[in-house]
């Protein structure tokens, strides 16, 4: 089975940086992408942003040229960069690989 760890988030004031870690272990799937969902208190868990096995990436609208998604040197890791957060980039951060979810790692922005 496929494990997902995230790490990485914390409270940041608005303009802050934070970066989050996936670390997979177990059957991986190479071909499947891995992304990066949230879910704000009150809302449906939504994509921020996913990368494919031939490094192809995609952004929701809301994070495009703030957040970055890259895959580690460690293998079977994945980051997500989150620059100049906003408060609401407030949500739990879900890692998600070939039907498989982390546990989640709270980001709160306020001031």
């Known amino acids: 089975q496929v494990q997902l760890v995230e790490s990485g988030g914390g409270s940041v004031q608005p303009g802050g940086t934070l970066r989050l870690s996936c670390a997979a272990s177990?059957?991986?799937?190479?071909?499947?992408?891995m992304g990066w969902y949230r879910q704000a208190p009150g809302k449906t868990r939504e994509l921020v942003a996913r990368i494919a096995s031939d490094g192809t990436t995609y952004y929701v609208d809301s994070v495009k040229g703030r957040f970055t998604i890259s895959r580690g040197n460690v293998e079977n890791t994945v980051y997500l960069q989150m620059n100049n957060l906003k408060p609401d980039g407030t949500a739990v951060y879900y890692c998600y690989h070939g039907g498989v979810w982390g546990q989640g790692t709270q980001v709160t922005v306020s001031s």
């Open positions: 177990g059957r991986i799937f190479s071909i499947n992408d």
